[in-house]
């Protein structure tokens, strides 16, 4: 499976630009996937996921109710909505969980390249 993520760009603060994320390979639709993030000088932090049905959502707390994650087939999306100067971070897409912990970056077999994301206030 390969993932490419698109969507990145310079917003103004309070801005709602989407993250896209197309996959390669029929596997995709059964997967766990979710989205990442690294903030310069920061460890990756987790963002959203969103289980193989799509019925079991998770954000974390900083994005919760501002983003919203979504998938249908081979495609996976970030609606972020009310962008704040510290959403500026790399955002990646992640695919095929394969630990019990959707929070863990280690837990994935595949990513996307990122895609940079620059709140401007």
């Known amino acids: 499976v390969q993932l490419q993520a698109s969507g990145g760009g310079v917003v103004q603060a309070g801005g709602s630009p989407s993250l896209s994320c197309a996959a390669s390979?029929?596997?995709?639709?059964?997967?766990?996937v979710s989205w990442f993030r690294q903030a310069p000088e920061k460890e990756r932090e987790f963002v959203a996921v969103i289980s193989w049905l799509g019925d079991n959502l998770y954000y974390a707390d900083s994005v919760k109710g501002r983003f919203t994650i979504s998938r249908a087939k081979n495609t996976m999306y970030l609606q972020m909505t009310s962008l704040k100067p510290e959403d500026t971070a790399v955002y990646y897409c992640a695919a095929q969980l394969v630990g019990t912990d959707p929070y863990n970056p280690d837990g994935y077999g595949y990513w996307g390249q990122g895609t940079l994301v620059t709140v401007s206030s």
């Open positions: 390979g029929h596997a995709f639709s059964r997967y766990t």
